[in-house]
């Protein structure tokens, strides 16, 4: 091990020097070169125009691209360190003299390691801090249970006064930051690991607490959000196939939920899948569940995401099919529901 300092990101880039690379390994790729992953660069250019957009990372800026934004506005940079509920804190002041942090770390570190500073220091006092947790799910896959983000969706929405959203690809992702700029309180917002596939060909234009129908069908509905969108909708297309219509719909605003949309799908087509990248307890399936009872809607329905358990280490795309959350896994799942409910 190099007494050198390192840079965090680098040692999860695979970059780092530190004596634990395998040799037949490749460098870990540099981020810059996965276009999905638009944060940095989507902000410095909202930054152009808006004096009151800071950004902050807990020595991650190579991880989330935040390093695209200290390049064009470095008097408006602030990395401190491995420091993330100071970071909070810190944005929280920020936010307190008229400026919009945008704070940003590991998704298990933002809202696991930050959740009382993150509802104390932000959502409380309704001050305008921009909770950004990226990596989230499974996505940092051989770094284990203390890096997966499989809780923070049913954590976070039980916090008054937090808005939760998950970006679902790299245009969806610029739609947010610019909704997000235009809202009074705190916001949580949930990304993948900047590989997600394209589901929006253009910047989508959001309304809030709106969910987005992405494919239309008559048999059943799948709601998923954030990196389970696309797989839902490939999904979709092998349900096509064997003769189900499937209706998509992109459930990105997961506090406020869109209940209209969710009661809209059950009464169109009489079935509800949700699907999610994160525990069960307390999610998306959760939070549409609790929509349906309440509003006295009696359709086949089912939770589909991770287990309540602590998942084994291994590659994401492992983890997605063992999961059963690709797209095969997926639309075997729907027809497990469907073949169900006729019984």
């Known amino acids: 091990m190099t007494t050198q300092a390192q840079d965090q990101s680098e040692i999860f880039n695979g970059t780092a020097n530190v004596g634990l690379k395998d040799a037949?390994?490749?460098?870990?790729?540099?981020?810059?070169?996965?276009?999905?992953f638009v944060f940095g660069e989507e902000l410095a250019d909202l930054a152009e125009s808006d004096q009151r957009i800071v950004a902050l990372t807990a020595d991650l800026g190579r991880s989330n691209r935040v390093l695209d934004f200290a390049a064009r506005h470095p008097d408006r940079f602030v990395n401190v360190?491995?420091?993330?509920?100071?970071?909070?804190?810190?944005?929280?002041?920020?936010?307190?003299?008229?400026?919009?942090?945008?704070?940003?770390?590991?998704?298990?570190?933002?809202?696991?390691?930050?959740?009382e500073q993150i509802r104390t220091d932000c959502a409380y006092p309704n001050l305008p801090v921009r909770i950004v947790g990226h990596h989230s799910g499974m996505s940092m896959g051989f770094y284990g249970t203390s890096h997966h983000s499989l809780e923070d969706l049913g954590m976070m929405r039980t916090i008054a006064?937090?808005?939760?959203?998950?970006?679902?690809?790299?245009?969806?992702?610029?739609?947010?930051?610019?909704?997000?700029?235009?809202?009074?309180?705190?916001?949580?917002?949930?990304?993948?690991?900047?590989?997600?596939?394209?589901?929006?060909?253009?910047?989508?234009?959001?309304?809030?607490?709106?969910?987005e129908t992405v494919r239309h069908g008559?048999?059943?509905t799948i709601i998923a959000?954030?990196?389970e969108v696309h797989p839902a909708l490939e999904a979709a297309e092998i349900l096509a196939a064997q003769g189900v219509s499937t209706r998509v719909?992109?459930?990105?605003?997961?506090?406020?939920l869109d209940r209209d949309a969710v009661l809209d799908a059950a009464n169109a087509t009489g079935a509800v899948l949700t699907v999610e990248e994160?525990?069960?307890?307390?999610?998306?399936?959760?939070?549409?569940?609790?929509?349906?009872?309440?509003?006295?809607?009696?359709?086949?329905?089912?939770?589909?995401?991770?287990?309540?358990?602590?998942?084994?280490?291994?590659p994401p795309a492992g983890l997605y099919a063992h999961y059963r959350l690709d797209a095969s896994g997926i639309a075997e799942v729907a027809r497990e529901l469907l073949q169900g409910s006729h019984l």
């Not at 037949?24 to 999905?36: F, L, N, V, W, Y």
Request: contains cysteine.
């Open 24 to 36: 037949r390994s490749a460098d870990g790729t540099d981020t810059r070169a996965i276009p999905a």
């Open 81 to 115: 360190g491995i420091a993330e509920k100071n970071m909070i804190t810190i944005a929280a002041g920020m936010a307190s003299c008229g400026y919009v942090p945008f704070a940003a770390t590991f998704g298990s570190f933002a809202a696991l390691l930050c959740a």
């Open 161 to 211: 006064d937090l808005t939760v959203v998950c970006a679902t690809d790299a245009n969806h992702l610029r739609a947010l930051l610019r909704l997000s700029l235009h809202h009074p309180g705190a916001m949580y917002l949930r990304l993948g690991r900047g590989r997600d596939p394209e589901v929006y060909e253009t910047v989508p234009d959001l309304e809030p607490g709106r969910a």
């Open 218 to 220: 008559s048999d059943l």
């Open 225 to 227: 959000t954030g990196s």
């Open 249 to 256: 719909v992109d459930m990105w605003t997961i506090s406020p």
């Open 278 to 314: 994160g525990n069960v307890t307390g999610g998306l399936g959760s939070a549409v569940a609790e929509a349906l009872f309440e509003a006295g809607a009696r359709v086949p329905f089912r939770r589909h995401g991770v287990p309540d358990e602590h998942v084994p280490v291994g």
